[in-house]
């Protein structure tokens, strides 16, 4: 479209001429930017705006109705494999095969989500996730990928919300070391929200432009595609495919198991999963059966609970159904090869807030969305769709809300999921790391702080970069023959260089390897509570490092 009357005219083709009733009112530029934004609209969604329209108006229907899309499906448990990390041996039989795997590998980070949920003022991947380096998600994650292969590549997916500043921080830290030709960095792109069963667009206030919302992070798919970045990948001879969210970085440990899973179990899609409880609200991966359909699914809790009125539990009292932590391990081939077929277009949903009973009008205004994790409906079978059930505390620990509803959380026994409990959840897993190794680590069960009504078990902090090792046995390896020893109250930093040049014995009670901006004057670190002027990714977690 080129001109106002081109314009006016497809919107009324489209079912959208309500957005062109006043624009005799707007200026010239006015209209100029409006035509602009139809035409960008119209050309980054696939099939364009009048697809959108159509796409919408069917999903607003089935909504309005109450279709349940799983309706009449029977769910069982999918196939797949647990990983305890109960033991050494456990471990370490699955990683030294999934450790050669890493070398084929290529990763993916979803990050195109703003975190209101969060109140954080920045991109996530930006927050300093734990207090005894500093470190960021990001540095983190970039540290771990190339750990993995110096050869690894890496994409992030960025949105109107998050480009700007993943760009600065990236630039800021000098790609935090990684090579800058194994990153590529895309940008999904927001679609028109709506306002009623009809699917009319809404503009902004005082404007003509049309309102625009995220369309979730299943566009990684669409995106992955027009970059054609799988038959790169596969070129290069790599074979899987990570995904992965902005704020758990626990799941670097899992890795290397889960990847050992897929190729031993031949998986096409194989779901990272914790064990969950029966009702807990996190989505659950179950096969579902009807007739001769078949398909291996996120199915969300509620859904879950209108085909199955009591879930089927293990020993251990956890249900059958493990809770999707929404990291994915695909097989690069197969991917590429469905890719090429759909463009890696995945069927949307729709949730709209309705104003009243009668479902015509809503609160507010809603979109179309798409989830990543609802990836094999485009599969032909699922045969090779599964899962891999890891012990929670080595998979699975995010920072999704703000302080005060973590707070709220904790007191009704949920998962607070602030950045407290993921520092927390992080500690305790490193702790756990080294105990498997043999490592001498003194621990209790009991809190040791309370900051913002969350109780947490903050000692001894460990943080283990993933120059010590990428496994338990490289990690084992690393120590040699030294004897480590951990008191509680010690905050403990330990890499590549550490054991150099030890000797038999470290004995750490105290600060060890801490930089001296993290450290406390005292013998033993201690953390306290912070008050409002506190810098932001204090705030979200309610403490900070006593200096003095
Ligand atoms: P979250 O569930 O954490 O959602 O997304 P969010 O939008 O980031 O946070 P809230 O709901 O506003 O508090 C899960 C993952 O998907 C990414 C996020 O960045 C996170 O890694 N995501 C989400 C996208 O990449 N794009 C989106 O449109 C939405």
């Not at 050669?100 to 990763?107: K, V």
């Not at 074979?239 to 899992?254: G, S």
């Not at 089927?312 to 469905?338: K, R, T």
């Amino acid at each position: 479209m080129h001109t106002i009357a081109e314009l006016v005219e497809f919107l009324n083709k489209i079912g959208q001429g309500h957005l062109a009733q006043n624009i005799d009112k707007f200026t010239e530029q006015q209209q100029k930017e409006f035509l602009e934004q139809v035409n960008k609209l119209n050309t980054t969604y696939p099939g364009g705006l009048e697809e959108y329209t159509k796409r919408a108006k069917v999903l607003l229907k089935n909504s309005a109705d109450n279709v349940n899309p799983y309706e009449g499906f029977v769910p069982s448990v999918p196939i797949g494999e647990k990983v305890n990390f109960s033991s050494f041996e456990e471990v370490a039989g699955l990683e030294s095969i999934g450790r050669e795997e890493l070398n084929h590998t290529a990763f993916v980070l979803v990050a195109g989500g703003l975190g209101e949920r969060l109140q954080y003022d920045g991109i996530k991947i930006g927050i300093q996730f734990e207090i005894t380096t500093g470190q960021t998600f990001l540095n983190y994650y970039l540290d771990f990928i190339r750990a993995f292969n110096e050869k690894a590549e890496l994409a992030i997916m960025t949105s109107d919300d998050t480009y700007t500043l993943t760009m600065k921080l990236l630039e800021e830290n000098n790609y935090y070391g990684f090579p800058k030709d194994q990153i590529t960095i895309m940008k999904q792109e927001k679609v028109p929200a709506m306002i009623d069963n009809d699917a009319h667009f809404t503009q902004l206030p005082n404007s003509l432009l049309i309102e625009t919302k995220p369309h979730g992070h299943g566009d990684v798919h669409t995106l992955l595609f027009q970059h054609q970045l799988p038959k790169k990948w596969i070129q290069q001879g790599k074979k899987w495919l990570v995904v992965f969210q902005d704020t758990n970085p626990l799941v670097f440990r899992a890795l290397p198991s889960v990847l050992a899973i897929s190729k031993t179990k031949n998986l096409e899609v194989n779901s990272i999963t914790a064990p969950r409880k029966p009702g807990e609200a996190v989505g659950a991966i179950c096969k579902l059966t009807k007739g001769n359909e078949r398909l291996t699914i996120n199915v969300e809790y509620n859904q879950l609970g209108s085909l199955l009125p009591k879930e089927p539990v293990d020993e251990h009292g956890y249900s059958v159904f493990p809770g999707n932590i929404n990291s994915i391990v695909f097989s690069l081939q197969e991917y590429d090869s469905v890719l090429e077929k759909t463009k890696g277009l995945i069927m949307e949903f729709i949730n709209p807030k309705y104003a009243d009973a009668t479902k015509t009008k809503f609160k507010s205004s809603s979109r179309l969305e798409c989830m990543y994790q609802d990836y094999p409906k485009l599969l032909e079978n699922d045969n090779r769709v599964g899962m891999t059930q890891v012990n929670r505390a080595f998979c699975f620990s995010t920072v999704k809300n703000d302080i005060k509803t973590a707070g709220q959380k904790f007191q009704q026994n949920l998962a607070p999921e602030s950045a407290s409990s993921c520092e927390q959840d992080l500690y305790f897993m490193n702790r756990q790391i080294l105990k498997l190794v043999g490592v001498h680590v003194e621990t209790s069960d009991a809190s040791d702080y309370e900051f913002e009504n969350i109780k947490l078990n903050l000692s001894p902090q460990i943080i283990l970069k993933p120059s010590l090792g990428v496994t338990l046995a490289e990690i084992k390896n690393n120590i040699k023959n030294t004897q480590v020893t951990i008191t509680r109250n010690s905050t403990v930093v330990l890499d590549g260089e550490t054991f150099k040049n030890a000797s038999d014995k470290l004995e750490i009670d105290g600060q060890f390897n801490v930089p001296a901006n993290y450290q406390s004057k005292t013998k033993y670190r201690t953390f306290v509570g912070v008050d409002s002027k506190a810098a932001q990714h204090l705030l979200i977690r309610g403490y900070d490092v006593k200096r003095d």
